[in-house]
């Protein structure tokens, strides 16, 4: 029989665009005291990742830390709203016990939202940074005032890298396909309608779906115990 230590997850989260490993401060230790491992990622040019976004050229420079991190994981489960979900699922599925999706932004959502080019002509890419409406109005309109100032002063231009994921092939049944995936719907968020959230759990497929009356952002650091209990089911 296994023994307690043996069947203990590591949770490994991973934040958003824009965003750090700080945006976890609230769930991390509600995990642990648990008795899981957690490890909250800056991923690379986010956080207090010392690296600048204008040195990342592909979606694999931007996931390199988690790459890197999973690589020496033999039997995990992680958890993460980043697009890096289905990427790290393709390349280590035999690290990953489950992934826990939740909602992804629409571009007409984006509000003042700025996206501008960078890198060079020959490899044009597009930097994304939240604006001061977007954050105020979409992802913290639930908070008092200075928390929405401390995320303004916390966040950090990103990219969503489509360029390169452009040029990249499907993921596969094979590998992606045979990691377990739960989506959580965030009913009241108002940076990503519900159909929108629907139309994604059809397009990638998911094992299970969990309906919450909360928006993410709110949920993570406000709520914690709510996505925590959701997790323990």
């Not at 230590?5 to 665009?17: E, F, W």
């Not at 490890?39 to 600048?52: H, V």
């Not at 759990?201 to 709510?226: D, N």
Request: hydrophobic share 40%; aromatic share 12%.
């Amino acid at each position: 029989m296994e023994s307690a230590k043996q069947l203990q997850v590591h949770i490994v989260l991973i934040h958003g665009a824009c965003h750090g490993a700080w945006s976890w401060y609230k769930l991390k230790p509600l995990l642990e005291a648990a008795d899981h491992r957690v490890t909250a990622l800056d991923l690379s040019a986010s956080g207090i990742d010392s690296r600048s976004l204008y040195e990342l050229r592909t979606f694999a420079d931007y996931t390199q830390p988690l790459i890197e991190l999973m690589a020496a994981f033999r039997r995990r489960k992680r958890l993460g709203p980043a697009m890096d979900d289905g990427f790290c699922g393709e390349r280590l599925v035999a690290e990953i016990k489950g992934c826990l999706y939740w909602e992804r932004t629409p571009a007409e959502e984006w509000l003042d939202t700025e996206f501008l080019t960078y890198g060079t002509p020959e490899q044009p890419l597009t930097s994304m940074f939240f604006g001061p409406n977007f954050v105020a109005s979409k992802l913290y309109q639930l908070y008092l005032f200075e928390d929405v100032a401390l995320a303004k002063m916390l966040l950090r231009p990103s990219s969503l890298f489509r360029e390169d994921l452009s040029r990249k092939s499907a993921f596969s049944k094979e590998r992606f396909g045979s990691v377990k995936r739960v989506y959580i719907v965030c009913t009241e968020d108002r940076a990503i309608p519900v159909n929108f959230q629907r139309w994604q759990i059809e397009t990638i497929g998911v094992a299970e779906v969990k309906e919450l009356r909360m928006l993410i952002i709110w949920l993570c650091s406000q709520s914690p115990y709510k996505f925590f209990n959701v997790y323990s089911r």
